[in-house]
């Protein structure tokens, strides 16, 4: 049988997993809304006008890598909390059935 502090543990883990997930796809979302504006009509630009454009994009560009490094870390980070998770449910399991096998004989 489960133990309440095995229970408890399997919960808390549970809980902070999807509190992560959320986390970061919620993040997500509020970023790509930001970014969906990017239209540049240059038809009627002058050169200086064409160089600022060129500027801002390229700060732009920067700023997306940035925050591909950094959504790459998040992903990791959840990968290891999933790895955590695994790992400490096969504790948890393997805790419950040497338990089981000892209390059934």
Known sequence: MLTNQNTLLIGVA?????LVVYLVLNQSEKKDNKNNNVNV???NMNELALKKKIA???????????EK??????????????????EQTKYLTSNLNAHTNLTAH
């Open 14 to 18: 549970l809980a902070l997993s999807a």
């Open 41 to 43: 009509n240059v038809d």
């Open 56 to 66: 801002e994009l390229f700060k732009d560009v920067e700023r997306l890598q940035e």
């Open 69 to 86: 490094n950094s959504l790459s870390d998040k992903i990791a980070a959840i990968h290891y909390s999933q790895g955590i998770e695994r």
